[in-house]
């Protein structure tokens, strides 16, 4: 089940051009296409006369063409010309998703349009701010979206899945992280001190000896994930906020179920230190896309395994805690909103489905 009530990454900005992209979210049909005047829209990718995917189509100044037999939409769904006859037929259009630019990225809200609570979209500054350079990707990801975000709120599987890329030193994985429970996600992290640097990092940061390391992961619902990491040289004050002698890298995984078994994996890294420097963006986002490769490769294994995304018959250990505890809310939040009266508005659904002691 999906929380349909919210807002959800479509695509990158700039991937948004010359060409509409077709896209699946939640199971719907979706193009998605930028006029010429700037507007953005996310309509239902089905021609109402042939049900031909409108992402076959072409942008045409305002509009978008049908590539079967030309019939053209507006950035409503409506349809405003029909190349063989003057008269527009009655109910000439399809559906139009609301559709807002933010952080370089283009959400789609997929549920209900008089429920739009613009909260939904997380902070993340760091995707559009002049001191920072963004390296984003993209990857499809044929596992079920709940098992990515498990993944991204476990800190302790580095040291086995990326000991080539972000796992530096064996004593990591005796680390425990604590959880915390915010009023609208859940935040796991774990300081490192006096660790040896994992080799993306140590090469980023050019640190010949040991470093005091951070790993601070982030959820909001319903599949956004970001982690505030970084390294030090050690001693030199990180822990107590003074990052100024290591590098700091905002990593931003914005994730949305394309079917209960496939995933779009829309990732980022970003980062304040040498940012006009193109080689280190040319190593960070080759370092950063190889490593959630390793992930994706695992999850897809995991996938073959299970059916959805459940983890029933499975049992749990003590590093389980941020992931189990953003599936409650996640679950909690789909079932308000499916036994909520229509007159509710979202964050009612929201204070009620996440209210909670703030540390687990």
Same mark, same amino acid.
């Given at each position: 089940m999906f929380l349909r009530n919210a807002w959800y990454a479509a695509t990158w900005s700039h991937e948004l051009k010359e060409r509409p992209i077709g896209r699946t979210m939640l199971n719907d049909k979706i193009v998605l296409f930028r006029n010429t005047s700037g507007q953005i829209a996310a309509l239902e990718d089905c021609c109402c006369h042939r049900a031909a995917p409108l992402s076959k189509g072409e942008i045409a100044g305002e509009y978008l063409i049908c590539g079967y037999h030309g019939l053209k939409y507006d950035v409503t769904g409506q349809c405003v010309e029909v190349p063989v006859q003057a008269n527009i037929p009655r109910g000439a259009k399809v559906r139009s998703y609301p559709v807002h630019e933010k952080w370089n990225v283009v959400w789609v809200w997929m549920g209900d349009p008089a429920k739009i609570d613009m909260s939904f979209i997380p902070d993340m500054p760091w995707l559009d701010d002049p001191n920072w350079t963004a390296t984003p990707g993209y990857i499809h990801l044929k596992c079920n979206y709940q098992f990515l975000v498990d993944n991204l709120l476990d800190l302790t599987h580095i040291t086995y899945i990326h000991k080539n890329?972000?796992?530096?030193?064996?004593?990591?994985?005796?680390?425990?992280?604590?959880?915390?429970?915010?009023?609208?996600?859940?935040?796991?992290?774990?300081?490192?001190?006096?660790?040896?640097?994992?080799?993306?990092?140590?090469?980023?940061?050019?640190?010949?000896?040991?470093?005091?390391?951070?790993?601070?992961?982030?959820?909001?619902?319903?599949?956004?994930?970001?982690?505030?990491?970084?390294?030090?040289?050690?001693?030199?004050?990180?822990?107590?906020?003074?990052?100024?002698?290591?590098?700091?890298?905002?990593?931003?995984?914005?994730?949305?179920?394309?079917?209960?078994?496939?995933?779009?994996?829309?990732?980022?890294?970003?980062?304040?230190?040498?940012?006009?420097?193109?080689?280190?963006?040319?190593?960070?986002?080759?370092?950063?896309?190889?490593?959630?490769?390793?992930?994706?490769? !695992?999850?897809? $294994?995991? &996938? @073959?395994?299970?059916?959805?995304?459940?983890?029933?018959?499975?049992? =749990?250990?003590? *590093?389980? +805690?941020?992931?189990?505890?953003?599936?409650?809310?996640?679950?909690? !939040?789909?079932? $308000?909103? &499916? @036994?909520?009266?229509?007159?509710?508005?979202?964050?009612?659904?929201? =204070?009620?489905? *996440?209210? +909670?002691?703030?540390?687990?």
């Open positions: 890329t972000l796992s530096g030193d064996p004593r990591e994985a005796a680390i425990l992280p604590k959880t915390e429970r915010l009023p609208d996600g859940v935040r796991v992290g774990r300081w490192m001190i006096d660790f040896k640097p994992p080799p993306l990092f140590a090469k980023a940061g050019n640190f010949e000896g040991k470093v005091d390391r951070w790993q601070f992961s982030t959820w909001k619902p319903p599949s956004i994930v970001y982690l505030d990491v970084g390294c030090a040289k050690a001693g030199t004050g990180a822990p107590g906020g003074d990052r100024s002698q290591g590098i700091s890298i905002w990593s931003s995984h914005l994730i949305t179920p394309e079917t209960e078994s496939s995933s779009h994996y829309m990732f980022c890294y970003a980062r304040d230190f040498q940012i006009d420097d193109q080689e280190m963006s040319k190593l960070l986002y080759e370092g950063s896309k190889a490593t959630f490769l390793e992930d994706v490769d !695992m999850l897809e $294994a995991v &996938q @073959s395994n299970r059916t959805e995304g459940s983890l029933e018959g499975l049992i =749990d250990i003590g *590093t389980d +805690a941020a992931h189990l505890q953003a599936r409650r809310i996640l679950n909690n !939040m789909i079932s $308000a909103e &499916q @036994s909520y009266p229509s007159g509710h508005g979202n964050q009612v659904r929201r =204070d009620r489905a *996440t209210s +909670a002691p703030s540390e687990v």
